[in-house]
């Protein structure tokens, strides 16, 4: 049974920083795209950055030069390190993976593509 456990959310100031993590678990396939998703109230699940199991990024335009994204793939854990924060940035942020092929160019930031969903971790930015 695959489960995806984030941790690391909490509340800052605007410009202030914080750093995502998500523990993958019960995934056995060699090749997979991890990517991170939120969510604000009254909003749809969209796509803010994703890594391939072989490094290549996606980013949304929304996050593009404050997030990054990276992976440490032997403990199968993903992390998203975000600075510059503003409040437009308070959401619920979702990890979730997806199986890939090993050549893959780039992983999707489309909810529909991934296959399992970690509970969420919450991010509050106040202005």
């Known amino acids: 049974q695959v489960q995806l456990v984030e941790s690391g959310g909490g509340s800052v100031q605007s410009g202030g920083s914080l750093r995502l993590s998500c523990a993958a678990s019960g995934y056995t396939n060699s090749w997979y795209s991890m990517a991170w998703f939120r969510q604000a109230p009254g909003k749809e699940r969209e796509g803010v950055a994703a890594i391939h199991r072989g490094g290549s990024t996606s980013y949304a335009d929304s996050v593009k030069g404050r997030f990054t994204v990276s992976q440490d793939a032997a403990k199968k854990e993903l992390y998203l390190q975000m600075t510059s924060l503003k409040p437009e940035d308070t959401a619920m942020y979702y990890c979730?993976?997806?199986?890939?092929?090993?050549?893959?160019?780039?992983?999707?930031?489309?909810?529909?593509?991934?296959?399992?969903w970690g509970q969420g971790t919450q991010v509050t930015v106040s202005s």
């Open positions: 979730a993976l997806k199986a890939a092929s090993r050549w893959d160019v780039r992983p999707p930031l489309l909810v529909g593509a991934y296959n399992y």
